[in-house]
C-alpha cells in the first residue's frame, strides 16, 4: 500500500514538472509575466479628462469663496473673478479632449497647452525677481508655478516631452545615492495626489519626495550656483535651497538646515542641507526635491535611471 502511495505521489510530481517546463506553457507564462497591456488613446483621454476637471472643481471651490468675500465687501470685483480666465481656458481644453476623434484635436490641445506654457514662462521668472525682494508673497510665487507644471503634466501625459528640451540634463542619470549615502523610498511622486494636509481635496504635487530621516545629510547631484536660500517657516517649503546648473534648476525643500550661502559655487556631491519638516505643507520628515525648466517644474523621474 505505502509503495502505490509512493509511485502515484512521484507520478503526480512527474506530471505538474513536466507540464511547467513544457515549452508552450513556458512561452505562454512568460508572456503573461512581461507583457504590460499597452496604454490606448482612450486611456489617455481620461486621464486627461481627470486632470482637467479635478483643477477646473479646484478653481471653481475658490472661486466660491472669492464670491462670498466679494459679497461681504472685502475684496473688489476684479479680486473675485481672479479664475475666471484660467477656468475658461480648462473648458476648452476639457471640449477638445472629449471631441477627439483620430482627427487634429490632439494636436491643437498641445499647441495650446506650449502657448500657455511659454506664457508662463515669461510670467515666472519676474515673479521670482520680486519674490527674492519680498516684494511678493511665497503663495503667490507658488500658485503660478503650480499651474505651469499642471499644464506641464497634462502635456506629459500625452506623450509629449516637455516644452523646453536641455541636453545637459538629458544625459543625467540620477538616483537615491545622488542626493544620500543610503538607499531611501520615495514616498510622493511627481502629479496629482491626495493633499496630506487636507485629505478631501486633490492636490498637485511638483516634485518627487524622499521619506528619509530627520537630520540626514543631503548632497547637491550636479556642480551649480546657489541661486536662492529661504528660511521662511510660514512658507509651503519651509528651509529651501535653490541650485542653478546648466540650464535648468532644481529644488530642495522642507530641510531642518541650511548647509549653503546664497551665490555660493557647490560641486556635485556636496553636503548642501539636511533633511527636515519645515514649512506649513509637511506631515513629518522628508526631501522634497524638483527639477525646473525655466521655472516650470517637470517630473524629475524622467532623468532617474532603472534602477
Same mark, same amino acid.
Given at each position: 500500500m505505502y509503495t502505490n502511495y509512493k509511485i502515484s505521489f512521484v507520478l503526480i510530481v512527474s506530471l505538474i514538472v513536466a507540464f511547467y517546463f513544457n515549452t508552450d506553457f513556458a512561452l505562454a507564462k512568460t508572456k503573461i509575466i512581461e507583457s504590460k497591456p499597452k496604454e490606448t488613446v482612450k486611456d489617455k483621454k481620461v486621464k486627461v479628462l481627470d486632470l482637467i476637471l479635478e483643477r477646473e472643481e479646484e478653481l471653481n471651490d475658490r472661486l466660491n469663496d472669492l464670491k462670498i468675500l466679494y459679497t461681504q465687501g472685502l475684496i473688489s470685483l476684479n479680486e473675485s473673478n481672479i479664475y475666471k480666465d484660467e477656468l475658461s481656458e480648462l473648458k476648452q481644453f476639457e471640449f477638445i479632449v472629449k471631441e477627439r476623434a483620430f482627427n487634429n484635436y490632439e494636436t491643437i490641445l498641445k499647441d495650446k497647452l506650449k502657448n500657455r506654457i511659454d506664457n508662463l514662462q515669461k510670467e515666472i521668472a519676474p515673479k521670482e525677481i520680486l519674490w527674492q525682494e519680498g516684494l511678493i508673497a511665497t503663495k503667490d510665487l507658488e500658485e503660478i508655478q503650480e499651474k505651469a507644471a499642471l499644464y506641464n503634466y497634462i502635456l506629459d501625459f500625452l506623450a509629449e516631452p516637455p516644452p523646453t528640451t536641455i541636453a545637459s540634463l538629458n544625459k543625467k542619470s540620477l538616483s537615491v545615492f545622488s542626493f544620500f549615502d543610503q538607499k531611501f523610498p520615495i514616498s510622493s511622486t511627481f502629479g496629482f495626489r491626495t493633499d496630506p494636509i487636507n485629505l478631501t481635496r486633490k492636490q498637485f504635487h511638483a516634485g518627487i519626495d524622499f521619506a528619509a530621516y530627520l537630520g540626514t545629510p543631503i548632497k547637491a547631484p550636479f556642480n551649480g550656483k546657489v541661486i536662492t536660500v529661504s528660511r521662511n517657516l510660514n512658507s509651503?517649503?519651509? !528651509?529651501?535651497?535653490? !541650485?542653478?546648473?546648466?540650464?535648468?534648476?532644481?529644488?530642495?525643500?522642507? !530641510? =531642518?538646515?541650511?548647509?549653503?550661502?546664497?551665490?555660493?559655487?557647490?560641486?556635485?556631491?556636496?553636503?548642501?542641507?539636511?533633511?527636515? =519638516?519645515?514649512?506649513?505643507?509637511?506631515?513629518?520628515?522628508?526631501?522634497?526635491?524638483?527639477?525646473?525648466?525655466?521655472?516650470? =517644474?517637470? @517630473?524629475?523621474?524622467?532623468?532617474?535611471? @532603472?534602477?
Open positions: 509651503g517649503g519651509g !528651509l529651501k535651497i535653490i !541650485l542653478q546648473h546648466d540650464g535648468f534648476d532644481t529644488a530642495y525643500m522642507h !530641510l =531642518s538646515e541650511i548647509k549653503v550661502k546664497q551665490g555660493q559655487i557647490i560641486q556635485a556631491g556636496q553636503i548642501i542641507g539636511k533633511v527636515g =519638516s519645515t514649512g506649513k505643507r509637511t506631515t513629518g520628515a522628508h526631501l522634497h526635491f524638483e527639477i525646473r525648466l525655466k521655472g516650470i =517644474s517637470v @517630473n524629475p523621474i524622467r532623468f532617474f535611471s @532603472n534602477n
